[in-house]
């Protein structure tokens, strides 16, 4: 399992663009991968410009069909073209009571 954690920042005014591109378009393409088992979009309390995007892949061949595909392009245009600053990690997961990690 391979998690990637985003942090998002838009221009002020830019925020409900970015967030409804996200939610209606981008996060339920990636969501229809064979790959991806979960999508989390945060926005920071106090501060609207502020998300935070927690994905979750079966492996690293799904993590790399997703960085590959055209929604991903096409989302990271969308996101220049808005002047978002985009900064991403990538995490294993560590084995926790109850659950398996691959």
């Not at 790959?35 to 106090?46: A, H, S, T, V």
């Not at 998300?51 to 996101?79: G, T």
Request: hydrophobic share 40%; net charge negative.
């Amino acid at each position: 399992m391979i998690t990637i954690v985003a942090t998002l920042v838009c221009k002020p005014g830019t925020e409900e663009e970015v967030e409804r591109a996200s939610l209606d378009w981008f996060i339920p393409k990636t969501l229809e991968e064979e790959g991806c088992d979960e999508f989390l979009l945060l926005r920071q309390q106090d501060d609207p410009t502020r998300f935070v995007s927690y994905e979750i892949f079966r492996d690293k061949a799904a993590l790399d069909a997703h960085i590959a595909s055209d929604h991903v392009k096409q989302f990271f245009e969308f996101m220049t073209d808005k002047e978002v600053q985009n900064a991403f990690k990538l995490y294993d997961a560590l084995p926790s009571a109850g659950r398996e990690t691959s």
